[in-house]
């Protein structure tokens, strides 16, 4: 069983930064494949970066450029740095880890992330 706690959420201004780590409380860390989501109120949850367990990555449009996901084995924790953050950017976000073939799916609970003036 693979437990993720995030943390690093909070209320930042516009143009602003926050990073958000992930940690996972496995040793196989490093097999892992890892995700940020996030869900804005009323909307349905958006996968915004991805980075597999050899440190490719991947990003969704709105976030390409702002925000930079990252991964470090010795510390089993993956991070999100966010930048230039806009109002738009409020939203839970959640991440998520992938293990195996079939792809055995794991969530944390969530870190709440408010851009506001």
């Known amino acids: 069983q693979v437990q993720l706690a995030e943390s690093g959420g909070g209320l930042v201004q516009p143009g602003g930064s926050l990073r958000l780590s992930c940690a996972a409380s496995v040793g196989i860390f490093r097999f892992l494949d890892m995700a940020w989501y996030r869900q804005a109120p009323g909307k349905q949850r958006e996968l915004v970066a991805t980075?597999?367990?050899?440190?490719?990555?991947n990003y969704a449009d709105s976030v390409k450029g702002r925000f930079t996901i990252s991964r470090d084995n010795a510390k089993s924790t993956a991070y999100f740095q966010m930048t230039s953050l806009q109002p738009e950017d409020t939203a839970v976000y959640c991440c998520?880890?992938?293990?195996?073939?079939?792809?055995?799916?794991?969530w944390g609970q969530g870190t709440q992330v408010t851009v506001s003036s």
């Open positions: 998520n880890a992938k293990l195996g073939a079939p792809a055995r799916v794991y």
């Open positions: 980075i597999t367990n050899s440190g490719s990555t």
